[in-house]
């Protein structure tokens, strides 16, 4: 009968509390640090994909997009005094380029075939992954096509090459 008792009970007992997003967010920052700062590029993505695809349909809706835009906000005003100053200006930079383009359009120019969700490949279209950490890959203009990225956002093509990219701690 005690069995019995264990699986009623543990079947009636509260559900735990989800867990905050920004205990989430912060959680995947610390197991993708390492791994994005020493693997291949493509590990990085892979576990960025994950958290970032939090329905695991393979594709980014808007709500997932805004979602993510979100949690990079309130985690980084969050551990504002835990970033070094080129890891604050570079979130700030990237917060402000999405907010001037707007999240719509970006959702729009880079869903190419138009379902209502970004594919991974659609995502990369502009980038060339390879064996190198992707702050390496995503520095190399031999890489990343600047060009296609600043056409699909409908920036003229220098806007992203002129970018100060501090390089901080990268290779």
Same mark, same amino acid.
């Given at each position: 009968?005690?069995?019995?008792?264990?699986?009623?009970?543990?079947?009636?007992?509260?559900?735990?509390?989800?867990?905050?997003?920004?205990?989430?967010?912060?959680?995947?920052?610390?197991?993708? *640090?390492?791994?994005?700062?020493?693997?291949?590029?493509?590990?990085?993505? *892979? $576990?960025?994909?994950?958290?970032?695809?939090? *329905?695991?349909?393979?594709? &980014?809706?808007?709500?997932?997009?805004?979602?993510?835009?979100?949690?990079?906000?309130?985690?980084?005003?969050?551990?504002?005094?835990?970033?070094?100053?080129?890891?604050?200006?570079?979130?700030?930079?990237?917060?402000?380029?999405?907010?001037?383009?707007?999240?719509? =359009?970006?959702?729009?120019? =880079?869903?190419?075939?138009?379902?209502?969700?970004?594919?991974?490949?659609?995502?990369?279209? *502009?980038?060339?992954?390879?064996?190198?950490?992707?702050?390496?890959?995503? $520095?190399?203009?031999?890489?990343?096509?600047?060009?296609?990225?600043?056409?699909?956002?409908? &920036?003229?093509?220098?806007? $992203?090459?002129?970018?100060?990219?501090?390089?901080?701690?990268?290779?």
């Amino acid at each position: 009968m005690s069995g019995a008792f264990a699986v009623l009970a543990a079947s009636t007992a509260p559900a735990a509390a989800p867990e905050p997003p920004i205990v989430a967010f912060d959680r995947f920052i610390a197991e993708s *640090d390492p791994v994005c700062r020493s693997r291949r590029a493509g590990d990085c993505v *892979d $576990l960025a994909w994950r958290f970032a695809d939090a *329905d695991g349909d393979d594709g &980014l809706s808007m709500a997932e997009l805004q979602a993510i835009r979100t949690d990079v906000e309130v985690w980084a005003i969050w551990r504002q005094a835990d970033l070094a100053a080129h890891e604050r200006s570079g979130i700030a930079m990237g917060l402000w380029l999405v907010d001037a383009v707007g999240l719509d =359009y970006l959702h729009a120019a =880079y869903d190419a075939d138009g379902d209502g969700l970004i594919s991974r490949t659609e995502l990369l279209a *502009d980038v060339r992954l390879d064996e190198r950490p992707i702050g390496a890959v995503l $520095l190399d203009p031999q890489a990343v096509d600047h060009a296609a990225i600043g056409r699909r956002l409908g &920036l003229p093509p220098s806007v $992203l090459d002129r970018l100060p990219l501090d390089q901080g701690d990268q290779p």
